[in-house]
Each structure stands twice: as C-alpha cells, then as structure tokens.
Nanobody, 126 residues
Framework: QVQLVESGGGLVQAGGSLRLSCSVSGRTLSDYRMGWFRQAPGKEREFVAALTRVGFMTYYADSVKGRFTISRDNAKNTVYLQMDNLKPEDTAVYYC???????????????????WGQGTQVTVSS
C-alpha cells in the first residue's frame, strides 16, 4: 500500500504563492496517476489538478487553470502543486491522491483514486 504525506501549506496573502509537496512511499511513484483535491469548510472535496504516470498529460479545474501547476519527480517520489496568484477562495485543506496503473481512472473523479494523504491547510488572506 502506498503512503502519501502532504507538506508546504500555510498562510499567505492574496496574490502570493505556495508550493505543496506530496511525498510518496511504499510503492514506486511511477506506478501511479496522481491528483490534488481540496476541501473548504462546509463544501465537498473538489478536484484541483492531476497528471499521468510520467506527467505527459495534465488536467486542471477551470478555477485554477493558469495559476496552478502540477508536476512530479518520480526519482524523488514526490508530486508538487505550485500555486501562484492565490485568492481567498483557494483557502482549503489540500489532499494528494493516487491511482494505481492498470485501473480505470477519471482524473476529476475522487472516487477513482485508491489512496489519500492526510491533507495540508492552505489559508489565503485578503
């Protein structure tokens, strides 16, 4: 079973940047399609970004397109989410998720992910 640990969250002013990291252990990262989701208080967990096993294909929610960038370094077993021009509505707990190769995967659908991290809080002040 793969373990996911997020880091890099914090408090930032609107217009600022943060880079989240998701450290993967227990299995080879290149075996997994990876995604980032977020959940704000009182709201459902929503898709943010995802990418394929070697990063050839990336997917983004419309709300973050052009501001966020997902990437991966399989040699370091780490997935990143670079977040620029942050807005107060980006405030949420951010979760890293993984889907093993060979299984059906819909990047935007949280129900098609096998494993989840514990999350990291991102707070954007206005």
């Amino acid at each position: 079973q793969v373990q996911l640990v997020e880091s890099g969250g914090g408090l930032v002013q609107a217009g600022g940047s943060l880079r989240l990291s998701c450290s993967v252990s227990g299995r080879t990262l290149s075996d997994y399609r990876m995604g980032w989701f977020r959940q704000a208080p009182g709201k459902e967990r929503e898709f943010v970004a995802a990418l394929t096993r070697v990063g050839f294909m990336t997917y983004y929610a419309d709300s973050v397109k052009g501001r966020f960038t997902i990437s991966r370094d399989n040699a370091k077993n780490t997935v990143y989410l670079q977040m620029d021009n942050l807005k107060p509505e980006d405030t949420a707990v951010y979760y890293c998720a993984a889907r093993l190769r060979g299984s059906y995967w819909s990047p935007q659908n949280r129900n098609t992910y096998d494993s989840w991290g514990q999350g990291t809080q991102v707070t954007v002040s206005s």
